[in-house]
């Protein structure tokens, strides 16, 4: 079975501070994608950043970054330089190939304060 | 090129009641997938349509369905509503390529009272 957990239920942070959300996944597809969605009070779900199981390079784009170990099946969102319009819920999500299904995890809210 | 539209943003029914909500994807987007979104649940997959056919289906019961036009617009439809069917709608549309990310509209508030 596909699962994806989030521990982090909420996370508080003064602007400026770096913050990782964390997230867990599991699988038994070789083949499959994770991304990142933020969702903010307006409620549309916006794709942060995603990757591939067959990649496991990590990379930096603007203020995230993300930390995909294959091994310990993680997938870590980090933000660098928290700003106050960071605050949202942050979702960790599985894919399998060829199919629309999204497992979500249950969502980090972040909040981070002036 | 425009998002994901979903129409209405708000609806307000009676137990018993039906809805359709409605959604339009990205321009050449062929897949179109339902989400719901409460409080207690999360977000739970619906199902998922493909060139009007439905490829993948979730755990709800039968009162929900959906379908899926020509041109990719996708319609979901619930019957018989249930307070516990009050949630966050949401509808995303990719080109269904695995790598390609889910692009989710504004989603549709319902509230059954």
């Known amino acids: 079975a596909q699962k994806v957990t989030q521990a982090q239920t909420e996370i508080s942070v003064v602007e400026k501070e770096d913050v990782t959300l964390d997230c867990v996944y599991e699988?038994?597809?070789?083949?499959?994608?994770l991304f990142w969605y933020k969702q903010p009070p307006s409620g549309e779900l916006v794709f942060l950043i995603r990757?591939?199981?067959?990649?496991?390079q990590n990379e930096i784009s603007g203020r995230y970054s993300w930390n995909f170990q294959k091994s310990t099946s993680s997938f870590n969102f980090t933000i660098t330089a928290s700003q106050v319009v960071d605050s949202a819920v942050y979702f960790c999500?599985?894919?399998?190939?060829?199919?629309?299904?999204?497992?979500f995890g249950q969502g980090t809210t972040l909040q981070v304060k002036p | 090129k425009a998002g994901v539209t979903q129409t209405p943003r708000y609806l307000i029914k009676t137990r018993g009641q039906q809805v359709t909500l409605s959604c339009s994807p990205i321009?050449?987007?062929?897949?179109v997938s339902w989400y719901q979104q409460t409080p207690g649940q999360g977000l739970q997959f619906l199902f998922e349509?493909?060139?009007?056919?439905?490829?993948n289906k979730g755990n709800f019961p039968g009162r929900f369905s959906g379908r899926q036009f020509s041109n990719s617009r996708s319609e979901m439809n619930v019957s018989t509503l249930e307070l516990g069917d009050s949630a966050l709608y949401l509808c995303?549309?990719?080109?269904?390529?695995?790598?390609?990310?889910?692009?989710f509209g504004n989603g549709t508030r319902l509230t059954v009272t």
């Open positions: 995303a549309s990719s080109p269904r390529d695995g790598n390609s990310p889910l692009h």
């Open positions: 699988t038994r597809d070789t083949t499959y994608y």
């Open positions: 321009s050449g987007h062929r897949s």
């Open positions: 990757r591939n199981s067959f990649d496991e």
């Open positions: 349509y493909f060139s009007e056919t439905q490829r």
């Open positions: 999500a599985l894919r399998a190939p060829d199919t629309g299904k999204l497992i």
